[in-house]
């Protein structure tokens, strides 16, 4: 698997704080990366660190192979786009000029596609208009917008959905699974809308307290949040045996307490069951999401 | 480097400060040459004026401090708007460099600190020298005056850039800029006065005859040689000494400021772009 972004024991320390404590990632080329953690989880330290804001105590980073060291890495910034927080405008400006202060930073011979860039984050109706006047939600499409100015193939996006009505909300969304669609770029965002992010993403990685501790694409992170049923009976030898029996998809969690996947009637389960000489002392629904899962992976470290 | 330089000079053709600054340079030198017009008006019999006076009050004590004020504004508003926006976070997203960055920030101030001394000497020469005739001091020294004033201007820009540079903040730039400008012209005007105290001077005693009489006795004032040279090199060194020495319009270490100011712009620039390289941005 090609990857954007790889980091390696990424360490960030602030006098005796950790704010990234050994960090290890691997972003996917194509993918809908979906950064999730805590506030203080170190998410945004990761983004100014591999935006080139901030320097690495440790460890290293990679952005399309080129490590973070090597001059090289000035080469392969410029496939990249990023908002980091607030978005990076001029507030003295219009939207068209500081996507024309951007188009020459970027050493873009003209200024052709400002119009189709502008049409693209539903702004192109702002005039004249400052963007000191111009809402939050607004201010966010025109960092969308800036970062999409050097055609980049890898975004990364900090918390893009902050301030935007549901409208807004959607409509970004619908944005990110197009340009990742139609012109194959790579996403990273972060955000603290499990909802949103569940509903985009094709990778995760969950950090806390400074690093990565799971790292799961969207199917299997599908397959871990499969709905099911939770059985717990009296005996432990013959649970297996019987669920063989009636062919059904299952996965033992401890000898008396296994989870069904399987599409089964509670009749037809307790009938099995009890053909087999098993008493079932308890059942429940499990319908785990993102949210959930987090909760359960963040809480069950926390327990450890 | 090109695409930075060209994107700060976009910014700053619409930055309405910079046509202000440009505009009262000019506006001070025309008053400067009304006031001598209706003086002379005036006063039929005093010393005639030469336009090389108007030549010395760009790069005098109240010139000079004047262009210093313009650049600190300028200066840190066009490089504090980069952190107050967080477009400088653009700039290193798409791959430019830290130490481009800086050095491009420099060059535009740097550039706007020549642009006032153009309109300073572009006005001199299109209305003082109309009226008040060609310039007497000879080319040399008008020249070196030129050359040494527009040094101490880039090596007043250097120090407005690393100070925009390191302390981020727009407001907290003006008033470290400014504050230092004032206490050195203060610092640096009583160093002048010590060293340009008389060797010798005028002492009245009585005699043996009990008349009254002046005899030259040592300045207890004056400075050791040891001491004196070291002020002298101070004001040869720092911007504020050099502008000391050429709002006299006399003889000044011309080549040695040179070299001094554009010591100063080296050094601090690599300063600057090294400390810069490591800071951390938010």
């Known amino acids: 698997m090609d990857y954007c972004l790889t ?10 704080c950790y704010a990234l404590n050994g960090l290890t990632m691997h972003v996917p080329c194509g993918a809908i990366y979906g950064l999730i953690g805590k506030n203080g989880a170190g998410k945004t330290t990761l983004i100014r660190m591999i935006c080139g804001l901030q320097h690495p105590t440790n460890g290293s980073y990679a952005i399309y192979g080129a490590n973070h060291t090597d001059k090289e890495i000035y080469k392969a910034r410029k496939r990249m786009g990023a908002v980091v927080e607030t978005p990076s405008v001029y507030s003295f400006m219009t939207a068209e000029e500081n996507l024309k202060q951007q188009y020459i930073l970027l050493g873009k011979p003209s200024y052709g596609n400002i119009e189709a860039l502008l049409d693209l984050v539903g702004l192109s109706n702002t005039g004249n208009k400052k963007v000191k006047n111009f809402s939050l939600g607004m201010r966010q499409r025109l960092g969308i917008a800036l970062a999409l100015a050097g055609d980049p193939d890898f975004i990364v996006l900090d918390e893009p959905v902050n301030g935007l009505d549901p409208q807004g909300i959607v409509e970004i969304r619908e944005l990110i699974i197009k340009l990742n669609k139609e012109r194959n770029i790579t996403f990273m965002i972060s955000s603290h809308i499990l909802g949103e992010l569940s509903k985009l993403a094709t990778y995760y990685g969950f950090v806390d307290r400074g690093r990565i501790i799971k790292e799961i694409s969207a199917a299997e992170l599908e397959k871990a949040c499969r709905r099911c049923l939770v059985i717990h009976v009296d ?8 669920l063989d029996s009636a062919n059904v998809e299952y996965k033992l969690i401890t000898d008396t307490e296994a989870e069904i996947y399987s599409e089964i009637t509670i009749t037809r389960l307790n009938k099995v069951l009890s053909d087999n000489g098993i008493t079932l002392v308890k ?9 959930s899962y987090y909760i359960n992976l963040l809480g069950g470290k926390d327990n450890a | 480097m090109l695409k930075l330089l060209r994107s700060n000079f976009s910014r700053a053709i619409k930055n309405k400060t910079m046509w ?14 009304i006031i001598s017009v209706i003086q002379r008006k005036a006063d039929p019999n005093s010393s005639p004026v030469a336009s090389d006076e108007f030549l010395l009050v760009i790069y005098s004590l109240f010139g000079m401090p004047l262009q210093s004020i313009l650049i600190s504004v300028f ?21 430019h460099s830290r130490s481009s960055i800086y050095i491009s920030n420099f060059v535009t101030v740097a550039v706007f600190a020549i642009l006032l001394n153009i309109v300073g000497l572009l006005t001199v020469c299109a209305i003082a020298m109309p009226i008040f005739g060609p310039f007497k001091y000879s080319a040399k020294l008008i020249a070196w005056i030129i050359i040494d004033g527009t040094a101490v201007m880039l090596a007043y820009a250097a120090i407005v850039t690393i100070v925009s540079m390191l302390s981020k903040s727009t407001t907290a730039s003006i008033v470290i800029c400014l504050l230092t400008l004032i206490i050195a012209t203060f610092v640096f005007l009583s160093i002048s006065f010590k060293v340009n105290q008389p060797d010798m001077i005028a002492e009245t005693s009585f005699n043996e005859l009990g008349e009254l009489v002046e005899v030259m006795v040592p300045n207890p004032d004056r400075p050791k040689p040891q001491l004196k040279a070291f002020y002298q090199f101070c004001l040869d060194f720092f911007p504020s000494g050099q502008v000391l020495q050429l709002s006299k ?14 010591g100063i712009v080296t050094a601090t620039t690599a300063e600057g772009c090294l400390v810069f390289r490591r800071l951390d941005l938010k």
């Open chain 1, 235 to 242: 005996s432990s030898e013959r649970l297996a045996p019987a």
């Open chain 1, 283 to 291: 059942i429940s629904e499990k319908d785990e999401d993102l949210e």
């Open chain 1, 7 to 16: 980091t390696s024991n990424l360490t960030k320390r602030y006098r005796k």
């Open chain 2, 75 to 95: 200066g840190c508003q066009i490089i504090g708007a980069d952190y107050a926006n967080g477009t400088i976070r653009n700039k290193l997203i798409m791959g």
């Open chain 2, 20 to 33: 202000i600054s440009l505009a009262v340079q000019a506006i001070v030198m025309i008053f400067m040459i």
């Open chain 2, 249 to 262: 319009g006399e003889k000044f270490h011309d080549w040695q400021m040179l070299l001094y100011s554009l």
